[in-house]
Nanobody, 117 residues
C-alpha cells in the first residue's frame, strides 16, 4: 500500500515562510491531481492548492499570491511553498494524490502549521 509522507510543518511567525514536502513511498501511475488541503479546528477540510497532471495550478483565493504549489508526477512528489504566512493559515495540512488507475486516492497523515508569535 502506497503511503504519502509529509514534512516541513512547524511554528513560524507571521510573515514567515515554510515549505511543505510530500513524497509517495511507492509508484503511483496515471496521476491527474496533486494537491494540498488544510483543516483548522472546527472547520472542514479545504483545498489550498492543486496541480493537474498537465501542470495547471489552482489556488484558494485566500492563498493566491502567497503560496506556490509544484510537483513532479514522475517522482510522485509535491511541494507547497508558503510565504507571508498569516495566523489564519494555522491548520493541519494534508497532501493528496489522485490517480486514474483504479481510482486511487491517497492522503498523507497531515503536518501541523502554526503561525503565531
Amino acid at each position: 500500500q502506497v503511503q504519502l509522507v509529509e514534512s516541513g510543518g512547524g511554528l513560524v511567525q507571521p510573515g514567515g515562510s515554510l515549505r511543505l514536502s510530500c513524497a509517495a513511498s511507492g509508484s503511483i501511475f496515471s496521476i491527474y491531481h496533486m494537491g494540498w488541503y488544510r483543516q483548522a479546528p472546527g472547520n472542514q477540510r479545504e483545498l489550498v492548492a492543486s496541480i493537474s497532471g498537465d501542470g495547471r495550478a489552482n489556488y484558494a483565493d485566500s492563498v493566491l499570491g502567497r503560496f506556490t504549489i509544484s510537483g513532479d508526477a514522475a517522482k510522485y512528489t509535491v511541494y507547497l511553498q508558503m510565504n507571508n504566512l498569516k495566523p489564519e493559515d494555522t491548520a493541519v495540512y494534508f497532501c493528496n494524490i489522485r490517480s486514474s488507475y483504479r481510482g486511487e486516492n491517497y492522503w498523507g497523515q497531515g503536518t501541523q502549521v502554526t503561525v503565531g508569535s
